[in-house]
């Protein structure tokens, strides 16, 4: 299947050997790119958390409030929309070269964000950055998948999702600092130096075999991928909010929707080269991690933005003290995700690390789901830790298992798929949470204060802090239990998806990692790309 790539020579050598005679201990070079690698994961996991903290500043100095949302959503849509084109270029012309533009277009996109004068600017400018930051996990997954055998791949995976959780940690924090003392631009612009160590070490170090291929880019089918997935996502976001779900904008989006994805599966089965081949889709393993990824994202998203709205609004947490309290969720996903990592290293099986997950993961959110005025600290913070340990069993395993169930050729097409899977998810879990959220704590609000209660929630269900003390006490105290009503909802849809996660990967089938060393007396080992030092 594969042909070995050997780093620091960019040669293609013939005869792959076998994952028991490769070597024992990964090359300098290769750590070296693995750290490149995390720091530009971290460049597209910090930006949105560092933005999220400055947007009211940056409101406040720009103006345009109605149009604060674009400043996510544009970057959203643009990251989804260039997330497939990604994969499949760096499966036709070479990881390397599709990597290092997606950074450059990233950091490109930060350098004009950090220039806007309006809010017109900024929107379109995060457009730009969206259609980069779709590359950058994309080419990361991928050249991973190229550099290491998946049974090593666990380890570098487990340290990947270790990144993320340290994003989501220091996020909001390095977002508060930087704004207070330096100003919201260099939110944008600290991405620059970042972005340039992370192109230095990769330009230096990284070397794969070149790819020269002669077939044209599936133009009608990213059109219509993109028209689509935009399609989606303005549902998802719109709805309930800018429009009603029944309104007639709400049923053209998703009438423009169905056609688009409609049309774009039949013509990946008639394009040369199908910027998202069907065929990886026969793999039963390939399918089931893609709907457990859907699922992560959706219950993930959910989670990480309702949990700090509850510490606020009920348990009295600051914005950054919030942040803070998320440590015991993101803490258990960090040391869960790296024992993954080594144990499938080590054992070369994985089954039981999706099916222990989904366990996890709805038992969890189902303890989120009882909070109310009266719990503590400690305990949301016990709830909190079983949903971090799901999802950490849960977040690179679909990686790894996705990976290993398509050729080499498709490494780039499966990661970017499993991806958007993650992302499409996580956009659906935020809009019909937050739907669910906003309207049971409008029903409570109104039940508990009256007039002044759906007054109060008029325009907004959620209340930051400084208009949450500045309300009457009955009114607060109404509020108070309206959040924790709304939470019960969200979360306890949460559980009731996360069991797909339990079902689906009960009908995993354990494949063996390639690149596994063959047990005494057998002859299963299966040849795969490996790294070797020159």
Not at 256 to 272: E, H
Not at 309 to 327: E, F, K, P, R, W
Not at 380 to 404: D, E, F, H, K
Request: charged share 10%.
């Amino acid at each position: 299947m594969a042909e070995t790539q050997a780093a620091g020579t960019g040669q293609e050598s013939p005869g792959a050997p076998d994952a028991a005679d490769a070597p024992a201990k990964e090359p300098k070079s290769v750590r070296v790119v693995i750290l490149a690698l995390m720091v530009a994961m971290m460049l597209a996991m910090l930006d949105n958390m560092i933005v999220g903290t400055a947007m009211p500043t940056i409101v406040g100095e720009l103006g345009g409030l109605e149009h604060l949302s674009w400043v996510v959503t544009a970057y959203t849509l643009a990251t989804a929309a260039a997330t497939p084109l990604w994969g499949k270029l760096g499966d036709m012309y070479g990881r390397k070269g599709a990597f290092m533009t997606s950074i450059v277009i990233f950091l490109i996109g930060s350098a004009l964000s950090g220039m806007a004068q309006n809010m017109g600017e900024l929107i379109g400018f995060r457009a730009v950055q969206g259609l980069g930051a779709g590359g950058l996990m994309v080419g990361v997954m991928a050249i991973i998948g190229d550099l290491v055998p998946p049974r090593e791949r666990g380890k570098y995976q487990g340290m990947m999702a270790g990144v993320m959780a340290l994003a989501m940690i220091g996020g909001p924090l390095v977002g508060g600092t930087i704004t207070d003392n330096w100003g919201w631009r260099w939110a944008f612009y600290i991405n620059l130096p970042l972005g340039v160590v992370a192109l230095a070490a990769i330009s230096a170090v990284l070397h794969l075999p070149k790819k020269r291929n002669k077939a044209r880019i599936d133009y009608l089918g990213a059109g219509l991928l993109t028209l689509g997935i935009t399609s989606i996502v303005l549902v998802t976001t719109w709805g309930g909010t800018q429009y009603a779900w029944t309104s007639a904008r709400i049923m053209e989006l998703i009438a423009i929707g169905v056609v688009a994805l409609v049309g774009f599966v039949f013509w990946q089965t008639k394009a040369a080269e199908p910027i998202m081949p069907l065929h990886i889709f026969r793999s039963r393993n390939f399918t089931l991690m893609s709907i457990i990824g859907f699922i992560v994202g959706f219950v993930m998203f959910g989670a990480t933005l309702f949990l700090p709205l509850y510490q606020q609004s009920v348990q009295g947490a600051s914005a950054t003290n919030s942040g803070l309290l998320l440590l015991p969720m993101l803490g258990a996903m960090l040391v869960t995700s790296m024992i993954a990592g080594r144990v499938t290293t080590g054992t070369g099986r994985y089954k039981i690390f999706p099916i222990v997950g989904g366990v996890l993961l709805t038992v969890g959110l189902y303890l989120l789901s009882t909070m109310d005025t009266d719990t503590t600290r400690f305990t949301s913070g016990v709830y909190m830790a079983v949903v971090g340990l799901g999802m950490g069993c849960l977040m690179q395993i679909t990686m790894l298992v996705a990976q290993n169930s398509v050729e080499l050729k498709d490494m780039g097409v499966a990661s970017s798929s499993t991806t958007l899977f993650r992302t499409l998810g996580s956009s659906f879990g935020v809009a019909i949470m937050g739907a669910l959220f906003n309207d049971r704590v409008k029903h409570v609000m109104a039940e508990r204060a009256g007039s002044l209660g759906s007054k109060i929630t008029e325009q907004s269900a959620q209340l930051d802090a400084k208009s949450l003390a500045k309300l009457p006490a009955a009114a607060r105290e109404a509020y108070q239990h309206a959040v924790s009503a709304g939470t019960h909802s969200a979360f306890l849809l949460g559980a009731v998806i996360a069991v797909v996660v339990l079902v689906t990967a009960v009908f995993v089938k354990e494949v063996p990692l390639k690149g596994a060393a063959p047990k005494a007396g057998s002859d299963e080992a299966a040849p795969m790309p490996v790294v070797e030092a020159v």
